[in-house]
């Protein structure tokens, strides 16, 4: 194999081998699971050997996070990008929330699942996967506290409460897509999701809508 040089790219923060192998690992452990899946594979699949991984990244468990954070970061900013939030912590909860049920299968959503069931037997994978949804919580938090400040949520509720049940409900679709239970209708639930997102507004900002 003709290996190129990769130096511009890495001035620019990025390295392609890194992103091949990463976007081999997303497939395969998408495929195989956590377990089934081999290192050599993965290697082979993005056109190199297992050295390329093993100089890239400490083994496994680090890999399948990397392969987390890259696909559901796309999904995350994706988000972002379509609606333009501007910071409103409401209209990104009505917005996530009401996007569960229409969504379209994700490669993130897949690995997510088979990070959860790898950590209840592997502690790296378990530490990699905490501090992954940590740093999407962070996020959220953050969100929510300038709706705080801005007066669009009440200041009297708990930030972190707000953040773990929105995970919880999102986490929760991940399960119910995995044994293909069917989805309520979008409308219907788009109606719980507001009246749920209305119960975090100050009681005197909020508007009803029939």
Known sequence: MTVTSVEPDRALGRDPTSERLVAAAAEVFAEKGYEGAGVAEI???AGFTTGAIYSRFAGKAVLLAAAIEACTQDEFDQLFAEHAFEGR???LLATVGAHLVTREPQPGQALLLEA???????????????????????????????????????????TRS???????????????????AQNPDPASW??????????????DDIVVTE
């Open 190 to 203: 788009e109606t719980v999701i507001r009246r749920v997102v209305e119960s975090v507004v100050p009681h």
């Open 43 to 45: 290697a082979r699949r």
């Open 89 to 91: 912590a409401t209209d």
């Open 116 to 158: 959860f069931a790898a950590a209840r037997r592997n502690p790296e994978v378990a530490r990699l996967l905490h501090e992954h949804l940590l740093e999407r919580a962070g996020r959220l938090a953050a969100l929510i506290e300038d709706g705080k400040s801005s007066g669009l949520v009440d200041p009297n509720l708990d």
């Open 162 to 180: 707000i953040v773990h049940f929105a995970h919880a409900v999102g986490l929760g679709f991940l399960l119910y897509q995995a044994v293909g």
